[in-house]
């Protein structure tokens, strides 16, 4: 089933994409399919669920900075891999319930998992204890989506170091530092 | 023909919308509709246009984190309106190549009126003169579109001003500060 999605993305893209297209080429009865998954949204949640390393951990480099930039040279790859299930389940999100379920629930699991980033960083010295760590790692990752999702321009060799770079100038300058209960004086 | 896309974006949502649809909403002939535009992408990269404000110019707030924030409020805006034809272009960019040249086009537009930003913020001396005002830009505006358009969190009231702040910070440290041409010493 992957691997008809991966043909069909290769060779008709995202917007042909369809159930029955990806039934036929897989060899599998439509009704079985559509039983299984309600449109090309689920179809795409699950498979890049199933095609996500559960052991998926991000890299542990020793700084605050490396972490940071190994991350986003991984998004860089899943991104501009061609075919990319991430930019047509992102596609899909905006069509279908079920593949803007799946994509806030991957990402959920994915920023969840990466808070160790933080928490390793905070150990060793490099940011206050109190440190919002979701904050932190969306101001690291967001400028590389917005550019070539959202912005479409080609892909920057320069952008996962530098995007680390400014969230961990940011980070020590106090940016992500949780604000106190209000009612504190 | 404006009216007639925000009410069946309104009422349909954008899955639904078709050139078909919005000719027959606003009387015109579907002949004529699909002359002028090849798809529903291009009809809304030309609205979208069509809406903007030709003499849009950025909120002079006085100082860097006011006017970025201000920013960040107005596109915060922009993409939680029902329907939001900003939300429905960049949907319609993943399927139509129209759409993401339109989206292209529009953000790149929007980008350089926002320079003057950093050209002011540099005059008042609170950035170094060779910051490099894109990167900043896009800095302190993505995290918010990740989270409205990828993540799909709902708007979180605080976001405009904190990523205004997070990217003042990381630029005051000097994270957009342009690299020295390769060969100085």
Redesign the interface.
């Known amino acids: 089933m992957l691997d008809a999605v991966r043909e069909e993305l290769g060779e008709r893209g995202?917007?042909e994409l369809t159930l029955e297209a990806v039934a036929a080429r897989a060899g599998v009865h439509r009704a079985t399919v559509y039983r299984r998954w309600r449109d090309v949204g689920g179809l795409l949640a699950d498979l890049f669920e199933a095609t996500s390393d559960d052991d998926w951990q991000p890299q542990d480099t020793g700084s605050l900075h490396g972490d940071l930039a190994a991350l986003n040279h991984e998004n860089q790859a899943a991104l501009t891999a061609r075919p990319s299930i991430a930019?047509a389940l992102?596609?899909a999100?905006?069509?279908?319930e079920e593949a803007?379920l799946g994509?806030?629930r991957l990402?959920e699991d994915r920023y969840a998992r990466c808070e160790v980033i933080v928490s390793r960083a905070v150990r060793r010295g490099e940011l206050p204890p109190d440190t919002d760590a979701r904050?932190l790692l969306?101001?690291a990752?967001?400028?590389l989506?917005?550019?070539l999702?959202?912005?479409?321009?080609p892909a920057d060799p320069d952008l996962p170091d530098?995007?680390a770079?400014?969230?961990v100038?940011?980070a020590?300058?106090?940016?992500?530092v949780k604000s106190p209960p209000v009612g504190d004086a």
């Open positions: 995202y917007d930019t992102i596609a999100s905006f069509r279908s803007a994509v806030r990402w904050r969306i101001a990752t967001a400028p989506y917005h550019q999702v959202l912005l479409r321009t530098e995007a770079r400014t969230a100038l940011a020590s300058a106090g940016a992500f």
